[in-house]
């Protein structure tokens, strides 16, 4: 099937520094990416859809200037958390959509936030 | 908007039983997918069965299968003769079929099921 990747898997870092996620398809091309964030036992929540070369759209409450999504590519999307602080800390997960409508999720990444 | 509500916080089954976990949701389109996956404690989300809501025929993936009432807005997962490997988290999930809006796309998900498996 197909495989999306997250890198980095786990992340610590100081408050107040920018953090970056990717997320890559492998196997194919991804028209949309999606990211979601997932508290301890909590379910997914959607924070933005991103399309390949035009802007994300951020869901209701996500501040799109804290995070920024850039999907550059057919195969690469990335999420940078600036500035940020321990609130912050969370599971992050990224899903790629492929052209048949096929929707794959990435392994996560932890941030932690000190 | 639509909403889906998974009521049971947590569930325990013995090994080789059969457990369902239940969700139901809300929505006014008339055309939609509804999905149940598996999060492990490796937390690689998985999907475990889809029902398109136009088919009226319940889907079965092996031990899996679905109770899809759509006047209820009902979609219920049974786990037949439950493993060890089933323990996860469940997770009951929503889309519109609507292709041409970019938002008809993303997934709606339900607060979560944790199940056991109990040997």
Known sequence: GAVVSQHPSRVICKSGTSVKIECRSLDFQATTMFWYRQFPKKSLMLMATSNEGSKATYEQ???????LINHASLTLSTLTVTSAHPEDSSFYICSARDRRGGLFFGPGTRLTVL | AQTVTQSQ???SVQEAETVTLSCT???SESDYYLFWYKQPPSRQMILVI?????KQ?????????????KAAK????????????????YFCAYRRADQIFQGAQKLVFGQGTRLTINP
């Open chain 2, 9 to 11: 916080p947590e569930m």
């Open chain 2, 74 to 89: 009902s979609f219920s997962l049974k786990i037949s003769d439950s493993q060890l490997g089933d323990a996860a988290m």
């Open chain 2, 25 to 27: 949701y809300d929505t």
């Open chain 1, 61 to 67: 409450g996500v501040e799109k200037d804290k995070f």
């Open chain 2, 50 to 54: 889809r029902q398109e809501a136009y």
């Open chain 2, 57 to 69: 025929q319940n889907a079965t993936e092996n031990r899996f299968s679905v109770n899809f009432q």
